[in-house]
């Protein structure tokens, strides 16, 4: 066994007596607190050296590590750059095309309403022109009756070879002000606000609790620190 084997075992053995230790004892007078955080200090001490005995080599891999996913991010970054390229420009004609087919059929839908409007208007001139009432209505009518056919064109076929359209939809924060303005208790709006716990903990902190803010209550927390 080699003196950092031997280091371990040591530092395992001492972390193990001092854990016995810590289930077993029992805390009911001034001087059992006093004895107990000065043995507690012993603990910090096993586990600064334990940390200590690790950190070369948890620096070597971390270091190995990103070594590694910078030779790999080298390979993939070409890769992905090259994917999002090809569907890009794959995405932008699939578009193109639909738009075009939607611009097809509103137009041709627009020179059928236009045909009928001037079918409508033709029946209406021929009624005003006749004497007789019944003929008239007849002809009116038959100019109410008058609607335009809604025109399909036929979708155009973009879809390449081996792939396919996903769509997905995504929300984005447009007024934080009217959000929250929504967002009453058990509304949907409400569901999307989060409390930034961070953010809380560090005002709490800096004003130690005395500046009220609606909603939120601050506590100061007691914990023990150990001086070695």
Not at 12 to 36: I, M, P, Y
Not at 82 to 108: F, Y
Not at 180 to 193: N, R, Y
């Amino acid at each position: 066994m080699n003196d950092n084997e031997q280091a371990v075992v040591e530092l395992k053995e001492q972390s193990g007596v001092v854990l016995a230790w810590a289930r077993d004892v029992f805390v009911e007078t001034k001087a059992d607190a006093d004895q107990a955080m000065m043995r507690l200090s012993e603990l910090k001490g096993i586990r600064a050296k334990w940390v200590a005995y690790w950190k070369p080599l948890k620096d070597a891999a971390k270091a190995a590590h990103s070594a590694i996913c910078g030779k790999e991010n080298e390979g993939t970054a070409i890769i992905d750059d090259a994917e999002r390229t090809v569907k890009g420009k794959v995405l932008a004609w699939q578009q193109a095309e639909r738009a075009k087919a939607e611009e097809a059929q509103r137009k041709a839908q627009a020179e059928a309403d236009e045909a009928a409007r001037r079918e409508r208007e033709r029946l209406e001139k021929e009624a005003a022109r006749l004497k007789t009432p019944e003929k008239k209505q007849e002809r009116m009518e038959q100019a109410a009756a008058v609607v335009a056919p809604v025109i399909s064109v036929q979708a155009p076929v973009v879809e390449a070879a081996g792939t396919g359209v996903r769509k997905t939809y995504k929300a984005e924060c447009a007024d934080m002000s009217a959000l929250i303005a929504a967002a009453v208790p058990g509304s949907l709006a409400a569901s999307f606000l989060v409390f930034d716990q961070k953010a809380a903990d560090a005002f709490a902190r800096a004003t130690k609790g005395k500046t009220p803010v609606a909603g939120v209550r601050f506590r100061e927390v007691e914990s023990l620190s150990v001086r070695i």
